[in-house]
Nanobody, 124 residues
């Protein structure tokens, strides 16, 4: 059974930065696309960023391009989300997911495992 555990969330002022981490159990972490999604109250879960199995390609939501960077360390079985220039609209619970696709998937239906989420709150 695969488990994903996010960490690194918290409260930050607008303009600040946070780095989220997601640690995975299981032996085949390096074979799968990984992604970050977020969900604000009363909103749908939305794609933030995704990275291919070897880190060779990454996709970002338009709302975070140029501010967020996704990366992974297959030897540590971890994926990261560096978030800079945060604004209050980034406030949400952030979830790490593992997809079962070859390419980077941008819809939650393509992800088969999820972490419990970590809260990010950006104050104005």
């Amino acid at each position: 059974q695969v488990q994903l555990v996010e960490s690194g969330g918290g409260l930050v002022q607008a303009g600040g930065s946070l780095r989220l981490s997601c640690a995975s159990s299981g032996r085949t972490f390096s074979s799968y696309t990984m992604g970050w999604f977020r969900q604000a109250p009363e909103k749908e879960r939305e794609f933030v960023a995704g990275i291919s199995w070897n880190g060779g390609s990454a996709l970002y939501a338009d709302s975070v391009k140029g501010r967020f960077t996704i990366s992974r360390d297959n030897s540590q079985k971890k994926v990261y989300l560096q978030m800079n220039s945060l604004n209050p609209e980034d406030t949400a619970v952030y979830y790490c997911g593992r997809a079962a696709t070859v390419g980077v998937a941008t819809t939650p239906e393509r992800y088969t495992y999820w972490g419990q989420g970590t809260q990010v709150t950006v104050s104005s």
